[in-house]
């Protein structure tokens, strides 16, 4: 139990030493698949079955097969919405040729020739909403080693993510309403040559719309070894494999839904079972597992992030010099204007020459998820047929470490100030400084998240037997900017032949 304390505690210290950065605006956020929660938990340990099975015997054959079914939801929507909003806030103003650095956007950033002279308040509250039935079968082979037992899961579930953009203030709704009909793609077509003509946003949009997505989870499978076993306590270990299932991403949407991961994994773990008090039909146990798994590489399409360090370098004419900081501190600069870094001047332009910078910010990188810890401890009291559980889950992922594919250092530049740009600036130089890879964000930050669950199950020891059990979590994140934080509930049926 000492060893087992020590584990634990060094896990409680990895979840703390989470990796500090900037904040920076995502269009995605990686929410953890249902076998990586509580509810895998539960297909694979449960309470009161055992790793490796039930006892093979004549009319036992040592399979257990089991269904989890689960619903689950986001919570603290506002948190979340800093992870897509500007300025690490959910509630952000939008305002024109008046903004603050870096407390509100400047509406000519974004929209040519917009006209607009009011402000407005958008809020993003994301919710994220999950259900479906998890499945997988456990075998005991005994027969060929004692103690052996080998396990398979994965599941069918559906997934529905709504951004949540609604307008929270300001003097009218022009503002707003011009500002969400360029980020649903509607797209906006200036009135005059004096102003850029631009395209529409076709990627990282919110349009203010759930999104949803239904398909077959990633596949884990352990083989595992009981190699201490004792009347009253097992400790044991595992390989722990994870064989991906879900497509790319189509990058259409910001927070789009997605259903299992893109990466292989790799790894091992450690279980024990405990029963550390008896008395009659009535006893007392204590269960541990924990395990860590490497993601290894593998291509996979997002949008990336422009960092607050790039420096546009603009003198737009009309509007104010900016020769020696970046505009980027009005923050969301995957939606600015983006266009060829060899023009000097873009001065009444007539063709499609400047476009979101989010279409071409999506890009194909090699992501590395790296390494993942799942950890758990419960404690049971069982009477007769009748078990009572609570117990702890921790989530851990590393911070990953990705490379573009195919961006090149000379292409782009960002247009800050495209409000109204007149012939008469012939000097006018805007967005000439080249977008770099080393401006832009790819990695994913580390993630970590404390669950705590109960169960209240009843397992029948029959000719058949089987069992039945409903339960619940709440979880807690390290980060809310970084981890969605979710409460769920869970029901579950087991038969074992």
Not at 67 to 82: I, M, P, T
Not at 136 to 164: I, K, R
Not at 209 to 221: E, N
Not at 467 to 480: H, I, K, Q, S
């Amino acid at each position: 139990m000492k060893a087992v304390k020590s584990l634990l505690t060094g896990l409680l210290v990895v979840s703390a030493a989470l990796h500090a950065e900037t904040k920076t605006n995502r269009t995605w956020i990686n929410v953890r698949g249902p076998l990586d929660g509580v509810a895998g938990k539960g297909l694979f340990t449960g309470t009161p079955e055992k790793k490796s099975g039930p006892e093979v015997s004549d009319d036992n054959i040592g399979g257990r097969l089991s269904v989890v079914g689960e619903y689950a939801q986001n919570r603290q929507r506002d948190k979340l919405g800093a992870r897509l909003a500007p300025f690490g806030n959910y509630d952000f103003t939008v305002k024109f040729e008046s903004a603050t650095r870096g407390t509100n956007l400047d509406a000519k950033n974004f929209i040519p020739g917009t006209g607009l002279t009011s402000d407005a308040t958008i809020k993003l509250e994301p919710k994220h909403t999950r259900y479906g039935a998890g499945f997988s079968y456990a075998q005991s082979l005994d027969g060929v080693v004692d103690g052996m037992w080998f396990a398979a899961a994965t599941g069918a579930y559906h997934v529905e993510n709504d951004a949540g953009v609604t307008h929270a203030g300001g003097t009218t709704t022009a503002t707003y309403s011009t500002m969400t009909t360029f980020l649903d793609g509607t797209g906006f077509t200036p009135s005059t040559a004096l102003y850029y003509k631009t395209t529409a946003l076709t990627k990282g949009l919110i349009d203010g719309q759930a999104h949803s997505k239904t398909r077959i989870a990633d596949v884990d499978l352990k083989l595992g070894w009981d190699f201490l076993k004792k009347d009253k306590a097992t400790f044991g270990g595992y390989l722990f494999g994870t064989v991906p299932t879900a497509d790319d991403r189509a990058l259409t949407y910001a927070f789009e839904p997605v259903v299992g991961g893109r990466h292989f994994g790799f790894g091992a773990g450690l279980c024990a079972t405990a029963n550390v008090w008896e008395d009659g039909d009535s006893s007392f146990k204590a269960n541990f597992d924990v395990n860590y798994r490497y993601f290894f590489e593998r291509e996979e399409s997002r949008i990336a992030q422009v960092k607050e360090t790039y420096n546009i370098l603009c003198h737009d004419g009309e509007d104010e010099a900016q020769t020696d900081s970046s505009e980027l501190t009005y923050g969301w600069g995957h939606y600015f204007m983006i266009s060829a870094a060899s023009r000097s001047s873009l001065i009444a332009e007539t063709g499609d020459d400047t476009y979101p910078a989010a279409n071409v910010l999506g890009q194909v990188m090699k992501v590395k998820p790296r390494g993942r810890i799942l950890g758990d401890v419960s404690v049971c009291y069982e009477y007769s047929n009748f078990t009572v559980a609570l117990g702890y889950h921790l989530y851990w992922q590393q911070e990953e470490s990705n490379t573009l594919k195919n961006w090149s250092d000379t292409a782009y530049a960002l247009q800050p100030s495209i409000y109204k740009l007149h012939t008469t600036a012939a000097t006018t130089r805007c967005g000439t400084t080249a977008l770099k890879g080393t401006d832009l964000s790819i990695n994913e930050p580390s993630q970590a998240s404390h669950s705590i669950y109960t169960t209240i199950g009843y397992m029948s020891h029959g000719d058949i037997p089987f069992g039945v059990m409903a339960g619940g979590y709440y979880e807690l994140a390290g980060d809310r900017e970084k981890t969605p934080e979710m409460w769920g509930f869970t029901a579950k049926f087991s038969i074992d032949f």
